[in-house]
């Protein structure tokens, strides 16, 4: 029992297992980024790269780490580095600064030659020795043929995004400055891909920017339930890289860490962002009361650790309710008899 190890497998956990075995597997399951369980974790998952057994078994006569530096999923592993970035490193190191409390604002600072990339449109100011242009495709890819842009576009085109993308490049030879704005209330939350083991998930409409050599792609829902009811539809995005890459969310932002097994109920469009390892699902509301007149509407989003989450306390779609809501007279609450309420109310002036 002494030796009794576990790693995680999204919702699942492998093991038990002896620390070698543990060690020999973890390059192929995460790396240092891997969420273990064992004896001396007092009784919580954690990262593999903070255990000190671990890290002593990993480490080589000379006493350096053989945990790679910055560990990606598989996927993030494959892709290939861009021009501009450091050695070993897939993405271009971009400097990113928020501004700002409610309608926030983020300043990326680069280097001679370094690029960000931005979805159209939400560019708020950039300095003479920036160069920008609108790409068709992945900027990352700017010698790829035809089909292989128009199959990037249209994964972007089913996320709800344009099959454009804007890349901002410092042609002087000082630094110089590219700055974002939120498009609505809400909070910019900068993410280290590098730090979060190169892949995060995200709602589709909640990118802003990144650093070149980021890979913005899509991920599907496989269940018909989740993709159905789950608030974000079939598919969401899938942000890989080992860079800094900017989303966007409503109102506050709360960041979560749920451990093995534990599960969040939330409201289902009050998900941003969470780790691949995280278990997306679904359960209906229950009650006829609840169904009803709750206001919350027929389902749940359940997400089941271990894994980090990001939560937002006012999602778009719900401001845009309560603004349509307000503009034909009054508010329902989302409630079936808030047209009833409003009239008991005296709402209706």
């Not at 064992?38 to 919580?44: A, D, F, K, L």
């Not at 910055?70 to 271009?92: D, E, N, T």
């Not at 609450?333 to 209706?348: A, I």
Request: aromatic share 8%.
């Amino acid at each position: 029992m002494a030796d009794h190890w576990y790693y995680a497998v999204g919702s699942n956990r492998v093991g038990p297992m002896p620390l070698a075995e543990l060690v020999r597997l973890l390059p192929t399951v995460g790396g240092p980024n891997a969420l273990v369980y064992g004896p001396s974790t007092n009784g919580q998952w954690a990262p593999a790269g903070q255990v000190a057994e671990i890290g002593a078994a990993m480490a080589p006569a000379g006493g350096q780490s053989l945990a790679p530096r910055g560990p990606m999923s598989a996927g993030a592993a494959a892709l290939a580095p861009v021009a501009g970035a450091p050695a070993g490193r897939q993405s271009q190191e971009v400097d990113f600064e928020v501004f700002g409390s409610e309608m926030q604002y983020v300043v990326c600072t680069l280097d001679p030659g370094e690029t960000v990339m931005g979805e159209p449109g939400g560019m708020m100011f950039m300095s003479a020795g920036i160069d920008m242009k609108t790409v068709f495709g992945d900027p990352n890819k700017e010698k790829s043929g035809f089909f292989d842009k128009l199959k990037t576009a249209g994964k972007r085109l089913l996320t709800g995004e344009s099959m454009f993308m804007s890349t901002f490049t410092n042609i002087a030879g000082r630094r110089e400055e590219v700055g974002f704005a939120a498009p609505y209330p809400g909070k910019i939350l900068v993410l280290d891909l590098a730090e979060l083991g190169g892949e995060i998930i995200c709602q589709k409409d909640s990118f802003l920017c990144a650093a070149k050599g980021t890979n913005i792609g899509i991920a599907f829902q496989k269940k018909i339930g989740v993709g159905l009811f789950g608030g974000e539809g079939f598919i969401m995005q899938r942000l890989q890289g080992d860079g800094r890459a900017c989303v966007h969310a409503g109102g506050t932002l709360l960041q979560r860490d749920l451990q093995y097994g534990e599960t969040l109920r939330i409201d289902t469009g009050c998900i941003v962002a969470m780790l691949p390892t995280v278990k997306y699902d679904i359960q209906f509301v229950g009650g006829f009361k609840n169904t009803l007149f709750g206001g919350e509407g027929l389902f749940f989003a359940n997400l089941t650790g271990p894994g980090r989450i990001w939560l937002q306390s006012l999602p778009f779609s719900r401001l845009a309710g309560r603004v349509l809501a307000n503009s034909h007279g009054g508010k329902d609450e989302g409630s079936v008899l808030g047209g009833l309420g409003r009239m008991l109310g005296g709402d209706n002036s």
